[in-house]
């Protein structure tokens, strides 16, 4: 998946799901890519290609229920969940 449909897609998200302002794409593609995508890649959550902008693999996550909640990261998961 591209880190423009991603972001459009959890944009989107947090338009209808969030309790804050709404984010706007570019917000949110920012955001992504200089933060939360590097995080998910780096505990081997994913693979995410900075230079290409895509999320490469994302594999089947089955994480415990005292996850710590972070709305963005719950965005990128609603938003890949999501991708038909």
Do not use: C
């Amino acid at each position: 998946m591209d880190l423009g449909g991603l972001a459009a897609r959890a944009a989107n998200w947090d338009r209808n799901h969030a309790g804050s302002g709404p984010a706007t794409r570019d917000q949110v593609e920012v955001e992504l890519h200089h933060r939360h995508l590097p995080k998910l890649h780096d505990s081997d959550l994913l693979s995410y290609d900075p230079s290409e902008r895509t999320i490469v693999d994302w594999p089947e996550l089955d994480l415990p229920d005292e996850w710590p909640s972070d709305p963005s990261i719950e965005a990128v998961l609603a938003a890949w969940q999501a991708d038909p």
